[in-house]
């Protein structure tokens, strides 16, 4: 188990670098970057991409190939602007000054932000992860007792209920929930129940401990309920699956034979080997659910978290924050994912890691 687990935090490193790697090639092939914003943001263009104007001259771009802005612009104050993002350099270079300040968690400082990325990280960590776990345990607490019931009664009505619930939830977005939440719950149509905007009050800090509790239940009531649709149908029925298939193998017969109880043999025996497939899968629930699966949840509710400093920091090309984030969350799930390999071992001591990796 330690050689194997040593193994793993040794592919670590390699596997981080594969990803930045490859998606710092993908940002040097793709149009536009920070100067292109910066000179368009200048001409009062807002966000529009320098290569849709016309009457232009040539500016080099983060990539090392040519954009296109209006003439007469200073090309003095596009060198400053290249020799100050670091664009002077060649891409290999810039690359490798990158992947070395990652190995002391230096993740640089914001190009429009003024800030370094690892600030801006901790300060939206707290949001994402408000949303992230509170959807995550409501997500477990339903779908699996509730996957559990239906295959201990596989066909009965309450089966095909409940089934028909999950397939609703299961075609209607996350997002779209959302917003149907607010028309009915958040002042849209009818009841004006919950707050439509931010994670607290305004007055927040003013309120006893009791009443910012109340007041951050009250906020983060919908944005879960919201989280939480797009994910417990799936996890419900894979639940189900499992222990079905679990049910039906021999040794619950032989269990059964014996005279053992149906709660023994659910508990003891079908339980620990029918959670392995869901444990398995937890890692990408919780990165998804934490980073990416909150992204629109997080616009619709104006919810400033890591999923929206990333979607902005994609439509700014604030590169820093990009590689920044990518290298957070990559990190997040590959110690995520070796936890789940933990987790395994102590739910089924049979399994053998090291025989596995042979």
Do not use: C
Not at 61 to 68: E, K, L, M, N, V
């Amino acid at each position: 188990m330690l050689g194997y687990l040593l193994r793993r935090l040794l592919l670590i490193p390699p596997t981080l670098f594969g990803i930045l790697l490859l998606n710092f090639l993908i940002i040097q092939a793709a149009p536009g970057g920070p100067i292109e914003q910066i000179l368009a943001q200048s001409q009062g263009i807002g966000g529009q991409s320098m290569t849709q104007m016309d009457n232009s001259s040539e500016v080099s771009d983060a990539g090392g190939g040519t954009s296109r802005g209006r003439q007469g612009m200073d090309e003095r104050l596009i060198a400053e602007l290249n020799q100050q993002f670091g664009f002077d350099r060649p891409a290999y270079e810039r690359f490798f000054s990158m992947v070395g300040d990652y190995l002391t968690f230096d993740l640089g400082e914001s190009f429009f932000r003024g800030r370094s990325v690892t600030q801006l990280i901790w300060d939206k960590l707290p949001v994402s992860i408000s949303l992230g776990l509170w959807s995550t345990l409501l997500i477990y607490f339903i779908s699996i007792p509730l996957g559990i019931s239906k295959a201990l009664r596989h066909g009965s009505r309450f089966d095909v209920w409940t089934s028909s619930l999950i397939i609703v939830g299961y075609a209607i977005p996350g997002f779209l929930f959302a917003i149907l939440l607010i028309v009915l719950f958040a002042g849209g149509s009818y009841w004006d129940i919950f707050p439509l905007r931010g994670l607290t009050s305004d007055n927040f800090d003013q309120l006893s401990t009791w009443g910012q509790i109340k007041d951050y239940v009250w906020h983060i009531t919908l944005p879960v309920l919201a989280t939480t649709i797009a994910g417990f149908a799936t996890l419900t029925m894979l639940t189900k699956n499992s222990f079905l298939d679990e049910i039906h193998k021999q040794y619950v017969l032989t269990a059964r034979a014996k005279g053992a109880s149906e709660r023994r043999i659910l508990y003891g025996h079908v339980f620990r080997n029918a959670m392995l497939i869901i444990i398995a899968g937890m890692p990408t629930a919780l990165v998804s659910i934490f980073f990416t699966g909150s992204l629109l949840i997080e616009v619709i509710f104006s919810l400033d978290g890591l999923g929206l400093l990333g979607f902005e920091a994609v439509i700014q090309r604030d590169y820093p924050v990009i590689f920044g984030t990518l290298y957070f969350f990559t990190l997040v799930g590959l110690l995520l994912k070796l936890i789940s390999d933990i987790t395994y071992m102590l739910i089924d001591p049979r399994i053998d890691f090291t025989s596995r990796e042979n």
